[in-house]
């Protein structure tokens, strides 16, 4: 899920398809070690925290800290292998660059490039489905009478995605200094909620034993709801790929990714543990599993349970909206440039491929990929038990699993190639990333309520091949030419 906004646009590589003959400038190296600190933080830390810390703590009550612990210790296995490979090729185009070099198999290589653009798509659903309650229930604090049901709420996410759609068609640079500003925002929220927290604790309103029971709304052992809560808090994970795709405007990565990635996995996972603790702190024993309104998140419950006397909750939605427009902005921006760049190397129809004429945005590919954004939060408010927040995050969660094993296993495929620079990871980790990844994309870690994430999945995935079937047919029948990545480093066009 990148930032392109942050990067010098122009026509594609050579050999990618393009619309005129001039070169692409390079990329400007503009991020020193804070600002990618900040790009980092702000990435992980946008949606995830506020939707799924109320849905990790109705899995095991008290102990919902240790989910996101865990998960956070799984990802940075994974960041060891991403730090390796960023390291020893330097190129914007992330997993599915690592995948391409380490198979060759541009098959293989365009189910990993879809999959990461499919997990933009469920996790832009999410955020939409969760800024437009959260929207909705500002305006009801304002304005007396402004619905705030489930039909609301479905037409506002909709209307989301049409602005994000808008956005993205307008081509507008998402610039780093814009994302430092909305990570302020997120950071601001947070510290409401943590101070909140340890202030209910200081006056007595906490009881400290809650942060060791376990609780779970079904009959479940502690393995097993430990084991489900940590693939729901793997949405928290969302924008920990996003990273490796600001190599090219970071000076010395080599130097400076291995130091940041760590410190900002360390800082984001503090910062969800103190989350985690205040929710657990402030709730009452009994509610972590039935927030006022489960699509706007547990944490607008903990900042008008713990502070009722002090009007932040009149505030608090719209700080979210902020925070995880961020988040849905940049994975539709993402979802789309990825689609595109397949399409301009003709591994999906090139009709996906088309610019508007002025703006050099990829009309085509927006379009398409709002219409399966907008069809998924049709779907799972209508046709599923699951409520969307736990449906699309979980469905992102498994789509970066996957991803996370297949990346851990490219890692070690590499290791043949040695180039004597940038950073090493100790052999175990990878293996072990690998494992623990993969284990947790089987049902054995979900709820049987939460096997609609397969469908959801396999759906958008059945629709990739489809497209790479017909393409590939096109280009066999009619222009008598191979199917597969031209230039795989320049991914996103």
Not at 56 to 71: M, N, R, S, T, Y
Not at 197 to 216: K, Q
Not at 374 to 399: C, F, K, N, P
Request: charged residues 15%; contains cysteine; aromatic residues 8%.
């Amino acid at each position: 899920m990148s930032n392109d906004a942050s990067r010098t646009t122009g026509p594609g590589p050579a050999g990618a398809g393009t619309d005129d003959d001039r070169s692409e400038p390079g990329l400007t190296r503009v991020m020193g070690p804070r600002l990618l600190l900040l790009f980092i933080v702000g990435d992980i830390i946008g949606a995830g925290i506020f939707a799924v810390t109320g849905k990790v703590a109705g899995e095991v009550g008290g102990l919902a800290w240790l989910p996101f612990l865990l998960a956070f210790a799984i990802a940075t296995m994974t960041a060891f292998s991403y730090l390796e490979l960023v390291t020893k090729y330097p190129e914007a185009a992330g997993a599915a660059l690592y995948v391409h070099k380490a198979f060759g198999i541009h098959f293989v290589t365009f189910l990993v490039a879809f999959t990461v653009a499919c997990s933009g798509i469920t996790s832009a659903s999410t955020s939409s489905s969760l800024l437009a309650s959260n929207f909705l229930i500002g305006l009801d604090e304002l304005v007396d009478g402004v619905p705030t049901g489930e039909t609301a709420s479905l037409v506002a996410a909709l209307v989301f995605m049409g602005v994000l759609a808008a956005v993205n068609l307008r081509g507008v640079g998402e610039s780093v200094k814009f994302n430092v500003v909305l990570t302020s925002i997120s950071l601001l929220a947070l510290s409401l909620v943590i101070l909140i927290g340890f202030w209910a604790i200081g006056t007595g309103n906490g009881d400290p034993a809650r942060l060791v029971a376990f609780e779970t709304s079904e009959d479940k052992s502690l393995y097993l709801g430990v084991t489900v809560a940590t693939t729901i808090a793997f949405f928290a994970m969302v924008g920990f790929e996003d990273s490796v795709n600001m190599v090219e405007e970071t000076k010395e990565p080599e130097r400076t990714f291995p130091r940041i990635m760590f410190t900002a996995l360390g800082v984001c996972a503090l910062l969800y543990m103190l989350v985690a603790v205040a929710v657990i702190m402030v709730i009452p024993e009994g509610d972590l599993t039935s927030p006022s309104n489960p699509d706007a998140g547990i944490l607008l419950d903990v900042v008008k349970v713990g502070a009722p006397g002090i009007p932040i909750d009149d505030i608090f939605p719209f700080l979210t909206v902020f925070a995880v427009g961020n988040t849905a902005l940049i994975n539709m921006l993402m979802a789309s440039r990825l689609v595109y760049g397949m399409a301009r190397q003709e591994v999906l129809p090139p009709v996906l491929g088309k610019v508007l004429p002025g703006r050099r945005s990829p009309w085509t590919a927006i379009a398409f990929t709002t219409v399966l954004a907008m069809g998924l939060i049709v779907y799972v408010r209508t046709q599923s038990e699951s409520d969307i927040v736990s449906a699309l995050s979980g469905t992102t969660g498994l789509l970066l699993l996957g991803v996370f094993a297949i990346v851990n296993v490219s890692c070690l495929v590499l290791r043949r190639d040695d180039t004597g620079r940038g950073f090493r990871a100790p052999t175990a980790i990878p293996v072990l990333g690998a494992i623990l990844s993969a284990a947790l994309v089987g049902p054995w870690a979900r709820n049987s309520a939460d096997y609609i994430q397969y469908r959801i999945a396999a759906g958008l995935l059945v629709i990739g091949v489809v497209l790479w079937a017909l393409t590939w047919l096109t280009n066999r029948g009619v222009r008598a030419k191979k199917t597969g990545f031209r230039d795989i480093e320049h991914l996103e066009g």
